[in-house]
């Protein structure tokens, strides 16, 4: 029987302690799982440097989970060694509405995975060598990212739209060229954001990338000029419902590379902000790794 391996947050609440409990009982009726808690990166590397080749990892939690587990597999050489599995309990859990995970009931969650079918996954990378698994996106949806933090632990998801529209009135957008696949977009003035990814779900459910699908090869790319303040807060309220890309100030298309350079701007890679630079990069790799997804009749319902 092939071993999987459940990667938990030993810090993690009572709460979260008993979704783990239940995803246990149930995965462990059909596998043999062994559960390993790990309170830092150093524990995970540890943890996921012993695992054999050919074991499931399962992560316990939400997009930063998965995102740690992919970056320490990619550190170590062994992310084309195992299969990954997932059981959302975080607070976005973006990825987990990609692949039509259950986000709202871990039981119903490892229920999926007992019949789920294994597929590969692309991985995006920047020109940094960082892995991204979700989505990559710099200007106005970096800026959101900041001013969401205050409102983001009271209110949860809900933050990132108020911070969304705070970033709208606020942030001017950047001058910059974007390279797709080599050529330049033909220049539109102020870029407001350019967003790439394999997801197309970012801050709780914003459907940033709504035609992404992770395993097709290509990065799904988002580019938009909306740059008056009212068609920048307009952008920003359609991007809620992954509306954006039918304006005439949005270019929405696929690549195998993007590159942007200009006006120092921040970063915001699978939900960790980056420092402002003046370039950034990202290339697709095809099949980086294998994952566990619900079958399609099986698949939760994406919600907004």
Known sequence: MTEWVAIANANAGTSSADEVGT?????????????????????????????????????LGGDGSLHAVVTVLDRIGRLGDVVLALVPHGTGNDFARTIGMDRDDSAAAARQLLEAREVSIDLVRDDQGRPVVNAVHVGIGAEAAEEAQPWKKALGPVGYGIGAIISGVKHRGFHGTVLVDGEALPHRGRIIQVAIGNGRYIGGGAPLLPEADPGDGLLDVAVSWSNPRLHRVAYAWRLRKGRHPQRDDVTYTKATSVSVTGDPTPGNLDGELCPPSSSHSWRIEPGAFRMLVPRDEDRAEPSG
Not at 49 to 55: I, L, Y
């Open 23 to 59: 995803a246990m009982e149930i995965l462990r009726a059909a596998h043999d799982v062994r559960l390993v808690e790990t309170e830092d990166a150093d524990d995970l590397r540890e943890a996921l440097e012993k695992v054999a080749t050919g074991s499931t990892i399962l992560a």
